[in-house]
């Protein structure tokens, strides 16, 4: 059983009740803590947790209330108005569309509740019977503690997975009893206690040229790094690829001092600072720091020492103090909101998955796309024509994936036209665990649709889920400092204006992200945007396991997942006492890393709360 996150500075949560007598029990249980409370209508309560002065907006009219959390720009002034204008919370679908940045929505209309996150994921919805009533909440361990849930240990089985786990896997909790909305879902909660997600939200179809896409996505996250910026004095930005050099050249244009940080590889090829220094030049009154790479701590290094406290396994528990590196720095400077990048390779990097589709409605444009980028592979002549020939569904897809979970991971040369990377299990994972994750696919493959109709909207979206799920933990780890953590790239509108780019104009084997380039002219400096590499860091990861090869066989030792049977550390060790074979990319490590240290705090968490009792 896990306990409440303190109540102290970090990261801050809420719950969300029905309207009904029912919830009461769980309303008694949270007011024993330091919270903050806001009531219905009706004058139960309904919203009751801790959030920052400013995260949170409120609107009432008659028997409608409204709240936003997040980072937004929506006042009291305006949400009272359109409380006005709801009888019912299907109604709030407009405003929802309207509403830029990335927040959660919570209404409460007539006796009934309407709880909603962000598409990406960046802002969860996670939901439980606790007693007689449906509870919501922003943190799956709120939750598990109320219910006094233990881990559920085939969903932490599935989190074993690399690259990770296949849609809808991926994004259950690892608790028992506790479930999480899917993309495009709020929670419905009746006057009953009762709850149910509904579907308010598809993807946009990607129609649009890039004549009017560029334009529509510059207004996009111009509107999205505004949010942030208004009204601040100073915020800092991270200055490292194109993402976040376009995300620190908007913030610029705002009347607040801009503090931009760099970050330098190990890599002799990292470029990143040779780019930000040019970037900087361009730019009016940005001062900038770099961080050089041999004064960051290394991947992998003080694993013993973790206890930061995330609700799921999350891969920034392997170096909390690499990632709250130049956070750290920024709150020293006097920001209290930072900016990255996140988000940008999976939306505007793309993926070649859409010329499954595009060569059943546009084959001439399919064709030359399809040379471009199986000659850049280079993709295999007869697989590259099976993938785009196949038009089996995604549940087959799924299938199939169960059933190769140890095999051979596919060569780095396979086409990706299909609906994703097969996961594998890595070599140290037990039978029992083997067989458990394949039943689990298995069963979802039975009812399982994909996040879009076509393979590469559905690749993107997963994408975009896997990713902001770990970088919301970075940003609750990051609130420890003093700041919000923003990703405009992950706010629903950006997303939205990003999809509904045709693919022939958004992807290419012949540019580098070409709607970033098109809808930033004028912006970042010219010179910037004719930067095509990228720093993807697996110089850092086999530095830092050469490095720290004593930290990683010290977590085989009394192995948490050993003694759950998930994995075999006898295998795992000998796997660490030596550099990792061509077969076993550093992302297969890192899954199990991360699920074994967040094992081992959940033991220290429960070791304190002995102690205090």
């Known amino acids: 059983m896990v306990g409440f996150p303190d109540s102290g500075e970090g990261p801050g949560w809420f719950v969300i009740l029905p309207d009904c007598a029912s919830a009461a029990p769980v309303a008694a249980a949270l007011r024993t803590r330091n919270i903050q409370e806001v009531g219905h209508p009706s004058g139960r309560p309904w919203l009751l947790g801790r959030w920052s002065p400013g995260a949170m907006a409120l609107g009432e009219a008659g028997r409608t209330k409204i709240v936003i959390v997040g980072e937004h720009a929506v006042t009291a002034d305006r949400l009272g108005p359109a409380a006005g204008r709801i009888d019912t919370i299907a109604e709030l679908d407009g405003l929802t569309r309207d509403l830029a940045g990335s927040s959660h929505l919570i209404a409460s209309v007539a006796g009934r509740v309407r709880v909603q996150g962000s598409i990406s994921g960046f802002r969860r919805v996670f939901h439980a019977r606790v007693g007689g009533a449906t509870v919501a909440a922003d ?273 780095l040369q396979t086409p990706a036209l299909d609906w994703g990377t097969p996961p594998r299990l890595p070599p140290w994972t037990t039978p029992d665990a083997v067989e458990t994750v394949r039943e689990l696919i298995r069963t979802a493959a039975r009812t399982t649709e994909p996040l879009a109709e076509g393979r590469g909207q559905h690749v993107e979206l997963d994408a975009l889920g896997n990713n902001s799920r770990m970088v919301r933990q970075v940003s609750q780890l990051a609130g420890r400092t003093g700041l919000v953590f923003a990703a405009p790239y992950y706010d629903d509108r950006v997303i939205e204006a990003g999809l509904a780019v045709r693919p022939q104009d958004r992807i290419t084997p012949w540019r580098y992200k070409p709607l970033i380039v098109e809808a930033m002219r004028g912006i970042v400096p010219a010179e910037s945007l004719t930067r095509h590499t990228k720093d993807e860091g697996s110089y850092e990861a086999e530095a830092g396991m050469r490095e720290q090869r004593a930290e990683l066989l010290a977590l085989c030792e009394d192995s948490r997942l050993a003694r759950a049977g998930l994995i075999d550390a006898k295998v795992l060790h000998e796997t660490c006492s030596r550099p990792l074979p061509p077969t076993l990319p550093f992302d297969a490590l890192y899954q199990t890393v991360v699920c074994e240290l967040w094992l081992r705090t959940l033991e220290l968490e429960r070791a304190d709360g002995i102690q205090a009792a």
């Not at 799956?140 to 233990?150: K, Q």
């Not at 598809?202 to 334009?215: D, F, H, K, L, N």
């Not at 996140?342 to 546009?362: K, V």
Request: glycine share 8%; aromatic share 6%.
């Open 139 to 411: 943190r799956a361990d709120v939750l598990a503690a109320l219910l006094g849930a233990e881990v559920d240990e085939q969903r932490l089985a599935v989190r074993l997975l690399n690259p990770y786990a296949p849609h809808p896997l991926a994004g259950e909790p690892v608790w028992c009893e506790v479930n999480a909305l899917g993309m495009g879902r709020y929670l419905a909660l009746d006057a009953d206690g009762r709850g149910r997600p509904v579907a308010w939200w598809t993807p946009p179809e990607p129609v649009a040229p890039m004549a009017e896409g560029a334009p529509a996505f510059r207004q996009a996250l111009s509107t999205a790094v505004e949010v942030r910026v208004r009204g601040r004095d100073v915020v800092s930005c991270d200055l490292g690829g194109l993402d976040s050099t376009s995300v620190c050249a908007l913030a610029a244009r705002g009347t607040a001092k801009v503090v931009a940080y760099t970050a330098d590889g190990l890599d002799p090829l990292c470029d990143d600072v040779t780019w930000a220094r040019r970037t900087v030049a361009g730019l009016d009154d940005v001062e900038h720091h770099t961080l050089a790479g041999d004064r960051l701590p290394m991947v992998f290094e003080g694993l013993r020492d973790v206890a930061e406290r995330f609700d799921e396994p999350c891969p920034a528990m392997m170096h909390p103090s690499r990632c709250l590196a130049v956070p750290r720095l920024a709150a020293e400077h006097g920001s209290r909101m930072h900016l990255t990048g996140f988000g940008g390779d999976e939306l505007l990097a793309g993926s070649p998955a859409h010329l499954h589709t595009l060569i059943r409605s546009h084959p001439r444009v399919a064709w030359q796309r399809l040379r471009g980028f199986a000659a850049q592979g280079p993709w295999p002549y007869r697989e590259t024509l099976r993938q785009l020939w196949d038009d089996s569904s995604y549940r087959s897809w799924l299938t199939r994936a169960g059933d190769q979970l140890t095999a051979v991971p596919p060569p």
